[in-house]
């Protein structure tokens, strides 16, 4: 598929409309931050639901990378915003969760009665938990090899009063650390894409028409 230059032929080379390719940096700036923003907002609409949050966000960001690559005219600086997208997706996605058990969870001490993979090779455990009130209809969920909690073991556990979050251990719920990892990955987009569109503009300037395999 063509692209389109922000350049007008000259002779062989080009001239690049400067105020046209600063706004298009800043579209490309506001594409980051919309993409963050609306994914955290279809976490909330999707509660107790990952996968949809985690396909839009996954879209989302590839979309920022595409066009990240058009702004810069290369590959280098679309790869590197792969890893503040990382940030993004994991924010965006667990921010809304835990933000809700946070204000609106009930906290419990409980004590672990069972594991469901207790004697066997399974890495998925169900944690069966006995409260104050008896056993919990809910169970403490971990998909691992090695968690950090056995039966006997007493923890303090965050539920949702309408069923809606899964219920989560205590020290897991922190959305200010989610918060945190998606203002990193949206500084990461900004900064990248305020270089990428200084040297795009450069690029386009002396005449390199920007190619699929170009990496430089």
Request: aromatic letters at 8%; charged letters at 20%.
């Amino acid at each position: 598929m063509a692209e389109v230059d922000i350049k007008k032929s000259h002779g062989g080379t080009g001239t690049v409309d400067r105020g046209a390719y600063l706004l298009f940096t800043f579209v490309v700036m506001g594409l980051g931050w919309g993409i963050a923003a609306v994914n955290t907002g279809i976490s909330y609409l999707a509660l107790g639901t990952d996968l949809v949050p985690i396909i839009t966000g996954l879209i989302g960001c590839l979309v920022f990378v595409i066009v990240l690559r058009f702004l810069h005219c290369a590959w280098w600086l679309a790869a590197l915003s792969v890893l503040p997208a990382v940030f993004v997706l994991i924010g965006s996605v667990q921010y809304a969760p835990e933000s809700t058990l946070d204000d609106r969870g009930v906290r419990e001490t409980v004590r672990i009665a069972a594991d469901s993979a207790a004697g066997g090779s399974a890495s998925s455990h169900r944690f069966t938990l006995v409260g104050r009130s008896g056993k919990l209809k809910e169970t403490l969920d971990y998909d691992g090899d090695h968690p950090q909690w056995e039966v006997g073991d007493r923890i303090e556990v965050v539920s949702d009063p309408k069923g809606v979050v899964p219920l989560e251990a205590a020290s897991d719920v922190n959305p200010d650390r989610q918060l945190a990892s998606l203002i990193t990955g949206v500084v990461g987009w900004t900064c990248i894409t305020l270089l990428a569109g200084r040297r795009g503009f450069m690029r386009r300037r002396a005449g390199r028409r920007p190619a699929f395999e170009d990496l430089d």
